[in-house]
């Protein structure tokens, strides 16, 4: 079993958001260095208010790609793998601040003024985009509004 397969799997482990202590940190270094089998990327896009096509793009690849990933269940590179995770975990940090997964969902579509009037999911496409979303949602938990 891969590392990312334990990890998702293993009750009471939280890497879907929050503080990395070193330990944490390098299991999720390892797990991104191994990969990512779709499996897990299925797991993961399944929780997800995304189609494949936007996945697609979040992770630079073409659909017909992640078609073949899972026909052949395979694993997804490093830089895929370390993007798939941080979407991961910040869905999970969408959900807590907003407490409900519809209401992050929404958000995510919507425009943002404080994002320059993008919305939040057309940024997740680089780690730079990531942060900010990031950043926008730690904005939201302590009210600070744009």
Do not use: C
Request: glycine share 8%; aromatic share 12%.
């Amino acid at each position: 079993m891969s590392s990312a397969q334990k990890l998702f799997h293993k009750k009471g482990q939280n890497i879907s958001f929050g503080w990395n202590d070193d330990q944490r940190s390098y299991v999720l270094i390892k797990m991104v260095r191994e990969g990512i089998p779709y499996h897990d990327f299925s797991a993961v896009s399944s929780l997800s208010p995304f189609t494949l096509k936007e996945w697609a793009s979040f992770l630079n690849v073409s659909t017909r790609t992640l078609e073949r990933h899972r026909e052949e269940n395979k694993t997804f590179r490093q830089e895929q793998s370390e993007r798939i995770l941080s979407i991961y975990q910040l869905l999970n940090y969408g959900v807590s601040v907003f407490g409900y997964k519809e209401g992050f969902f929404d958000w995510l579509s919507a425009e943002s003024i404080a994002l320059g009037g993008v919305k939040p999911k057309d940024l997740l496409d680089t780690s730079i985009g990531i942060n900010m979303v990031k950043d926008e949602l730690g904005r939201l938990e302590h009210g600070i509004l744009a």
